[in-house]
C-alpha cells in the first residue's frame, strides 16, 4: 500500500525528561499528548483516532477526554510506534479517523505507577529461556553478539565506537541526559554488566514520554507546523525468544521491514540524508546500517569508525544521542520518531543541513520486532 | 531462593517428562525428518500436524553466549553464562555451560558441548550442557 498521504502535524516529548518522580506512567502520556495537541493547535475534540502501547487505548482516550473512532493497542515493544504510525496511515487512507493521536510514557527509572518485567513461566519463554538465569534486556538482548563479531571479525574496540560518536551527537543536545565526551577507552574500563557488554555500551534508564498526532497530507497544509509527509513504512516480527532467532548475524525483522519501507517510500540508499536506528545496545546499529542495507554484512563498524554516522559524516545516525546517551525509558522508539520529525523540521538541536529524507527505524522486545518509517519535509 | 522452574503446558510436558529421565527429547516432521523446537503439536515449517517425538543425541556446540556478571538472585552470586547452543539436529536452545570455567578463554564458540541434566525440583531438571568428553 502507498501512504504518501499522511503527514505529522503534532510533535513533542514530555515537558521533562530524564528523571520525573512526581508523574505516573498515565500522567506522562497525558504530558505528551497535550504537549503534541498544543503544537498541532488542537484539543481533544478534534482527536477521532487513538493508539498506543503500554496502556491500552482504552485508559488512553478515557483518560484524555477522547471518543476514537479507531483505536490500536499493538504492543511488540520499543519500535510499537513505528507500527503505530503505519497503521494510522493506513487508517487515514481508509476512512477510519481523520486525526490519530500517538502516545508513549513510561517510569522507566523511577517506576511510578509502572506495571513488572515478568513473563508467565508457562510461557515458551518461561520454559525454554527464564530458566537458564536471564535478567531482561542486557543478558538477553546481548546474545546474539558473540556470534555476530566472531563471523565478522567485529571487536569490543568496534562496539564501544558506536558509543563514543553517539556521544558527540548527545554533546549537541541540551536534553541529553550524558553529554560528556567520552573514549573508547571509558567504554572498555566502565562496568562489566554481561561480557562483552559493559555499561556504556547499553542504554541509560529514564523518565519520558512523547507523542504524535498524525493527519492527512491535505488536511496538513492548514496546521501551524510544517508537515512532515510518511513516504514508507515497514513492519515485521520474528520471535518472542532471543535463542530462536533465524540467524544470530542479522535481524528477520529487521530486513523484512526496511525493504518494505523502502520500496513503498520508492526511494534508493543514496537519497537519505538522517537514519535513526533504535539503539538499547551497542550492537544495534551495526545489525541495523547492515539490515536495512546501507551496509554490506560485517562492513558497518568500518562504516562507524571512518566517522561515516558522525557529525559532518555522509550518514548522520542517531542525532539526539540515541537511546545510549540521550534517554531510554524502556521503549525508546517513541524518541527516536520525534529526532526524526525534528530533523524534517528543521529544527532539532543538531540540526542536519538541507535533511529532506530521515528514516526511522525501531527494534521491539530482544530483536522479536521491526518497524520502519521514511519521512520526508517535502510533500510526495 | 529456588531456581525460577519452568511450567510445562500440555504441548510441552513430554519434553520435561523426557528431560526428568535424563532424555533430551526434540519433535521431527515425519515426512521431511526436519526437527524444530521449542515444542509444539505442528511443524512451524509447513503446519504439518504429522509430527513425532524423538530423542535427541544429547550433542552440541557453542553457537553464542553472554557471561552474566549481576546474578539473578536465584542463580548465586557467581557470574554465570547464559548459551545458545546449535544442537546436532539442527534446532538451537537456550541454556547454560557447566562443569566448566565461565569465563571467555573457556568458553570458545563452536566448542563441542554435551547435554546433562540438573533436577531443580521434583518435576523439573533442566538440560544443560558440559564439554564434551572424549
Known amino acids: 500500500m502507498k501512504q504518501k498521504s499522511v503527514a505529522v502535524v503534532g510533535a513533542a516529548e514530555t515537558t521533562k525528561m530524564g528523571k520525573i518522580p512526581d508523574v505516573s506512567v498515565i500522567g506522562l502520556h497525558a504530558d505528551a499528548a497535550l504537549n503534541a495537541m498544543k503544537d498541532a493547535g488542537l484539543t481533544p475534540a478534534d482527536i477521532d483516532g487513538v493508539a498506543t502501547a503500554g496502556v491500552s487505548p482504552v485508559e488512553l482516550a478515557h483518560y484524555l477526554g477522547i471518543t476514537p473512532t479507531y483505536a490500536d493497542g499493538t504492543s511488540v515493544g520499543g519500535c510499537s510506534f513505528m507500527l503505530h504510525v503505519r497503521h494510522a496511515a493506513a487508517a487515514i487512507n481508509a476512512g477510519l479517523a481523520t486525526t490519530i493521536l500517538i502516545t508513549h510514557g513510561e517510569s522507566g527509572r523511577s517506576r511510578v505507577g509502572a506495571g513488572g518485567f515478568g513473563r508467565a513461566p508457562s510461557s515458551l519463554m518461561g520454559q525454554f529461556e527464564m530458566p537458564y538465569g536471564v535478567g531482561g534486556p542486557p543478558t538477553m538482548f546481548t546474545i546474539p553478539v558473540l556470534r555476530y563479531m566472531k563471523t565478522h571479525g567485529v571487536t569490543e574496540e568496534d562496539l564501544a565506537m558506536v558509543a563514543v560518536i553517539q556521544r558527540e551527537w548527545a554533546a549537541l543536545n541540551p536534553r541529553s541526559s550524558f553529554k560528556d565526551p567520552i573514549t573508547v577507552d571509558d567504554v572498555l574500563n566502565s562496568d562489566m554488566i554481561a561480557w562483552p557488554f559493559r555499561k556504556l555500551m547499553c542504554c541509560l534508564v529514564t523518565d519520558g514520554g512523547g507523542a504524535l498526532i498524525l493527519t492527512s497530507a491535505e488536511r496538513a497544509k492548514d496546521f501551524p507546523q510544517k508537515p512532515v509527509y510518511v513516504l514508507g513504512t515497514g513492519e515485521s516480527v520474528e520471535t518472542p525468544m532471543v535463542s530462536q532467532m533465524d540467524d544470530f548475524n542479522t535481524s528477520k525483522a529487521f530486513r523484512v521491514s526496511g525493504k518494505k519501507a523502502f520500496d513503498e517510500a520508492g526511494i534508493s540508499h543514496s537519497d537519505v540524508d538522517h537514519l535513526m536506528i533504535y539503539d538499547a545496545f551497542a550492537h544495534l546499529p551495526l545489525y541495523g546500517l547492515e539490515d536495512l542495507g546501507f551496509c554490506k554484512p560485517g562492513e558497518a563498524k568500518d562504516f562507524i569508525r571512518e566517522r561515516n554516522t558522525a557529525i559532518g559524516g555522509k550518514l548522520p545516525l542517531n542525532t539526539n544521542g540515541g537511546g545510549l546517551s540521550y534517554m531510554h525509558s524502556g521503549m525508546y522508539g517513541m524518541y527516536a520518531l520525534q529526532e526524526s520529525v525534528r530533523q524534517m523540521r528543521g529544527i532539532a538541536p543538531a540540526q542536519v543541513k538541507d535533511a529532506n529524507i530521515s528514516v526511522c527505524h525501531g527494534v521491539g522486545g530482544m530483536f522479536a520486532a521491526s518497524g520502519t518509517i521514511i519521512f520526508s519535509n517535502e510533500a510526495p | ?134
Not at chain 2, 510441552?12 to 525428518?33: A, P, S, V
Not at chain 2, 517425538?53 to 547464559?82: C, H, Q
Request: glycine share 6%; hydrophobic share 35%; aromatic share 8%.
Open chain 2, 1 to 134: 531462593m529456588p531456581r525460577m522452574a519452568p511450567e510445562p503446558t500440555p504441548e510441552t510436558q513430554h519434553f520435561w517428562d523426557g528431560t526428568l529421565k535424563g532424555e533430551l527429547l526434540l519433535q521431527r516432521n515425519k515426512e521431511t525428518g526436519i526437527a524444530y523446537f521449542p515444542p509444539r503439536p505442528f511443524d512451524p515449517r509447513t503446519g504439518s500436524r504429522d509430527v513425532e517425538v524423538f530423542k535427541a543425541s544429547g550433542r552440541a556446540t557453542l553457537y553464542s553466549y553472554v557471561i552474566n556478571v549481576r546474578p539473578r538472585p536465584d542463580m548465586g552470586t557467581e557470574p554465570y553464562a547464559i548459551a545458545v547452543v546449535q544442537l546436532e539436529e539442527g534446532p538451537r536452545m537456550m541454556t547454560n555451560i557447566v562443569n566448566c570455567p565461565q569465563t571467555p578463554e573457556a568458553l570458545q564458540l563452536d566448542m563441542p558441548l554435551q547435554v546433562t541434566f540438573e533436577k531443580i525440583s521434583d518435576t523439573i531438571a533442566l538440560p544443560l550442557f558440559e564439554p564434551a568428553k572424549g
